[in-house]
């Protein structure tokens, strides 16, 4: 008897959890619903589109700005290479050869 007590007692208190989830995600809804009721969808669609081409300039530009910045840092590593080569011809004394 006391097994089908907490079996009983169990089920209920499932059902009752469900029942609250389902009663939150129904108020949820609701609230949705109500402060887009008004909602002027047109609007919105043309806000969508210019994020999206905001969206586009930006990674446009971050694009330009990586690939500046690769060929400055290229650029800053030939300079470097350069210095340091003719810095080692001036350090070797040069070689004379006599015959």
């Given amino acids: 008897m006391d097994a089908l007590y907490i079996a009983y007692l169990v089920g209920f208190l499932g059902f009752l959890l469900a029942f609250s989830w389902a009663s939150y995600a129904h108020v949820?809804?609701?609230r949705i619903e109500r402060a887009t009721r008004d909602l002027d969808w047109q609007q919105v669609?043309?806000?969508?589109?210019?994020?999206?081409?905001?969206k586009k300039s930006s990674q446009k530009w971050q694009n330009n700005e990586n690939a500046q910045v690769k060929v400055s840092q290229?650029?800053?590593?030939?300079?470097?290479?350069?210095e340091r080569a003719m810095q080692?011809?001036?350090?070797?004394?040069?070689?004379?050869?006599?015959?």
């Fill in 74 to 82: 290229k650029e800053l590593l030939e300079q470097a290479m350069l």
């Fill in 45 to 54: 669609s043309e806000i969508g589109l210019d994020v999206q081409k905001l």
């Fill in 28 to 30: 949820r809804l609701t």
């Fill in 88 to 99: 080692q011809q001036q350090q070797k004394p040069l070689k004379i050869v006599e015959y």
